[in-house]
């Protein structure tokens, strides 16, 4: 493996023929993830790799791994779960907040067997589903001193598990464990403390095998595990690293949750790459409050040149003072929900620090396309990546589409997943592409068009999924929660704009002859039902019925419209503002009377990611 075939010029948009001229198996990629951290312990072993912070306030006591440090736990860990019968088929749960051990204890899941990272503030329901799918018998959960709720889930769902490795809070020794019948039960570092460190003791991971299964659709009612193999992390992690901003002698900033492809993709296995320190922020991330307080003093002091987040935390920071010397850092990089254009023009202003948006999805193991600073178009979220292939397609012949038409958007190359787990045999995982994998094209489900020279500019989702902070939230689970209710006879729930969160889920319901169920009852109802906050409807509004199309079928279009024109209609006061669908997209349109600054309607406009038109009446 030679730097000139790892690492070709890839600058901007116009190397990506030259890229491609040399097939991606000549690169000499690793064969799998621990294939990556080993190259990295042995090119880099005094390296500091890892370095997580207990909480924003104590920037100063960060725990430390080196490259090899990192190898070495990984192995320990790898074969403690050897040890506890995990082959190379079988699924290991992990369900935390991010800290010092749960980065070594992802990779070694993934040595040993398959990484299955859950968010722990999912339902009980959602939890044991995605356990059954999984076959996972062995949990690496957080403690009581971690997280205490998190730990409560782990328990109760203790019936069907052999043992529960537990993880401590970063730089803390953790209080004694209670005993769980029938499960080992004990701290990850205690009990692997004996084991190997120096290699592992099974068979390596081939590049076809399994390396994870993500939990997807968000709070989805239907729990759908994609899987990934190594050479779809490894590959999509390459395309990430072959930039020039990751480079060996800067720093990553990492906040988003492990069980995100975004935080395993982007912030673990690129930096491994190019042997760079990734900096984790506390167990909350970018949720904990006093992190923005200390921001740009943890980017000052460890010389953060990358960071990667969604648009509502560049909001926020665009509003914190720059109380530190950050001219280290000089990319960000966002995705997972629209960039408004208030964000990214106030955030650059703000920080003199280049946004980068990019576009991908689970099912594509993370990035598929990413925007290149030498060469912006405004509006588009950016380029395929090297080796990834882009196309849109009609949404029911599925025939390709010409350039600068809209259409759903296709993408094929060698991150694409295999399937979902749709089932286990004697042989481990069945995978299914649901319909989704068409002759090895992945149908995105996102509404997009790709111009003459390959910009992509997304044109809405034709899927009904509400992102909120780019937190992923299936309107089924609204509805089922809100139709549970005796005085409910249809709901639909609908994204509506919102200027922190992108968008956030809203209702509408159909009532029964008679009811006597307020929209304060029904919101309240619908918070105690819904499988986590983030999905608990903002507003209920009742309606006589909902719109259906012509055979039937609930239209949610106008519901989104009605949703865009109130939220928009609460910010704007004289001025008269509509909500039209043009062409399959919701449009706000603003009149605005001679004597209002159309100007400062633009401005407020801008702050929501949707589509809008102001016009003054004379």
């Not at 921001?295 to 010389?303: D, K």
């Amino acid at each position: 493996m030679t730097d000139d075939l790892l690492w070709p010029p890839c600058t901007g948009s116009a190397d990506l023929a030259a890229i491609e001229a040399v097939p991606l198996e000549d690169r000499g990629l690793p064969e799998s993830t621990y294939a990556l951290v080993e190259r990295a312990a042995e090119l880099w072993p005094e390296r500091p790799a890892i370095s997580v912070l207990p909480e924003a306030a104590r920037r100063h006591e960060a725990v430390d791994r080196t490259f090899a440090e990192l190898l070495a736990d990984v192995h320990r860990y790898a074969n403690l779960l050897h040890d506890l019968g995990v082959r190379r088929g079988d699924a290991v749960a992990l369900m935390s907040p991010n800290c010092a051990d749960l980065v070594p204890a992802t990779l070694a899941a993934q040595l040993a067997g398959i990484a299955a990272p859950l968010n722990g503030n999912l339902s009980h329901g959602h939890l044991a589903d995605l356990f059954r799918l999984s076959g996972a018998r062995v949990l690496i959960t957080a403690g009581p001193d971690l997280a205490p709720a998190t730990w409560e889930r782990a328990r109760a769902l203790a019936g069907g598990l052999d043992a529960i490795l537990v993880l401590r809070p970063t730089g803390a020794a953790g209080s004694p464990l209670p005993a769980v019948d029938g499960v080992r039960v004990g701290y990850l570092d205690d009990l692997a403390a004996d084991h190997d460190s120096r290699a592992f003791a099974g068979a390596p991971p081939r590049s076809s095998d399994l390396a994870a299964l993500f939990h997807t659709g968000g709070t989805t009612g239907a729990p759908k595990l994609a899987a990934h193999t190594h050479a779809n992390e490894v590959a999509d992690a390459w395309m990430i690293a072959a930039d020039p901003l990751f480079d060996a002698d800067s720093s990553v900033f990492a906040a988003l949750p492990l069980f995100h492809v975004n935080a395993l993709v982007v912030t673990l296995l690129a930096p491994l790459f190019k042997g760079q320190r990734t900096v984790w922020a506390g167990p909350l991330g970018y949720r904990e409050p006093a992190l923005y307080g200390q921001f740009w003093q943890i980017v000052a002091h460890y010389r953060i040149a990358v960071m990667s987040a969604v648009p509502t935390v560049y909001a926020v920071l665009a509003q914190c003072p720059v109380d530190a010397d950050i001219s280290s850092l000089r990319f960000a990089l966002v995705g997972a929900s629209p960039l408004p254009v208030a964000v990214r023009e106030g955030f650059q202003a703000h920080t003199g620090v280049t946004l980068v948006e990019g576009y991908g999805l689970t099912e594509a193991t993370c990035a598929s396309v990413r925007g290149f600073p030498d060469s912006p178009r405004p509006g588009a979220v950016g380029r395929r990546m090297p080796y990834q292939r882009v196309k849109v397609v009609h949404p029911d012949t599925r025939e390709e589409l010409p350039p600068g038409a809209t259409g759903v958007l296709a993408i094929s190359g060698p991150a694409v997943f295999p399937g979902y787990v749709v089932a286990r045999d004697e042989r481990g995982h069945v995978l299914d592409g649901l319909g989704k994998l068409v002759d090895g094209w992945l149908d995105t489900g996102d509404l997009a068009r790709v111009d003459a020279d390959g910009f992509v500019t997304l044109a809405g989702r034709a899927k009904d999924l509400i992102i909120r902070g780019g937190h992923n939230i299936d309107p089924a689970v609204v509805e089922d929660a809100l139709l549970a209710h005796p005085d409910v006879t249809a709901a639909c729930a609908v994204g509506s704009p919102d200027e922190h969160a992108g968008e956030v889920p809203v209702a509408y319901v159909v009532l029964t002859p008679g009811a006597t169920a307020t929209e304060a009852d029904l919101l309240a109802w619908a918070a105690d039902r819904v499988p986590e906050r983030a999905a608990a409807p903002k507003a209920v509004t009742v309606l006589d019925a909902l719109p259906v199309t012509d055979v039937g079928k609930p239209y949610k279009l106008p519901l989104r419209a009605d949703a865009a024109r109130r939220a928009i209609g609460a910010v704007l006061t004289g001025v008269e503002v509509d909500a039209v669908v043009e062409d399959g997209s919701v449009v706000v349109a603003v009149t605005v009377p001679s004597d209002v600054d159309a100007s400062a309607v633009e401005d407020v406009l801008a702050r929501y990611a949707i589509a809008h038109r102001v016009e003054v009446r004379p």
